[in-house]
């Protein structure tokens, strides 16, 4: 990957690209880039299987659909990935250090999503607070407090220490939502539960049982932070 945290700005390019038409990618979307980041898909081929998807569909005698969601291209995706790992293991790639490309952000800039970021989860630990959710507001406020600590702690800027802070992040987001798991209301969950289900229909069709599962549970946690008003935690979002 040419540039760690260009992931999900270059999926998009290429499906806009693809499609020759604009287009605005839904929530659900983004979180099924979200899972094949998280999947380490790596960028080459999520890239070329959304060109090869794109392919098989104008090739077809009856173009009259529109092709309106990421989904469609999943299998294409899933299957350029497996054709890259094969290759890599075939070609028995062995790891060479790589030299320290430019950092993409400045500490101003991270220091500045940092604080942002801990402001909004203490006034989420607020909210919660007003509402009786002492357990939920204590863990939250937890959490803005280790935000605002690694806010304080920036060294000079480097992409190595960037992806290190982008694991950090991740495991305090993984954090904050089983926090909110636990702390929610289950009619609110259900609630949840339920909007993120009606979104996955066309998705069902698409994608294989298990990948749909696991973009479910994904976009419940991001539907989950966004009940609660807290960003997501990631530079990706910078």
């Not at 969601?69 to 790891?95: H, M």
Request: with cysteine; glycine share 4%.
């Amino acid at each position: 990957m040419e540039n760690y945290f260009n992931y999900f700005t270059e999926i998009e390019e290429q499906f806009r690209k693809c499609r020759a038409e604009p287009v605005l990618l839904s929530p659900l979307d983004w979180a099924l880039i979200e899972s094949w980041k998280d999947q380490g898909f790596p960028l080459e081929a999520v890239l070329a299987g959304i060109a090869r998807a794109f392919e098989k569909f104008k090739s077809r005698k009856r173009t009259y659909r529109k092709v309106n969601t990421l989904a469609y291209c999943s299998q294409e995706v899933y299957r350029a990935v497996q054709e890259s790992q094969a290759a890599s293991a075939q070609g028995g790639a062995v790891a060479t250090a790589k030299a320290e490309t430019p950092a993409p952000f400045s500490a101003e800039e991270v220091a500045r999503f940092l604080i942002r970021c801990a402001a909004a989860v203490e006034n989420a630990a607020g909210a919660a607070r007003t509402k009786d959710r002492d357990v939920l507001a204590d863990e939250l406020a937890e959490a803005s407090a280790s935000l605002r600590a690694l806010a304080e702690n920036i060294p000079p800027i480097a992409t190595s220490y960037l992806e290190g802070l982008e694991r950090n992040l991740t495991v305090l987001e993984e954090k904050i939502n089983a926090s909110l798991v636990r702390g929610t209301p289950v009619e609110e969950l259900t609630q949840l539960r339920t909007e993120v289900d009606r979104g996955l229909v066309t998705y069902r069709r698409r994608m294989p049982a298990a990948e749909v599962d696991l973009l479910g549970r994904r976009s419940l946690m991001n539907r989950l932070l966004e009940h609660y008003g807290i960003p997501r935690l990631s530079l990706f979002y910078l």
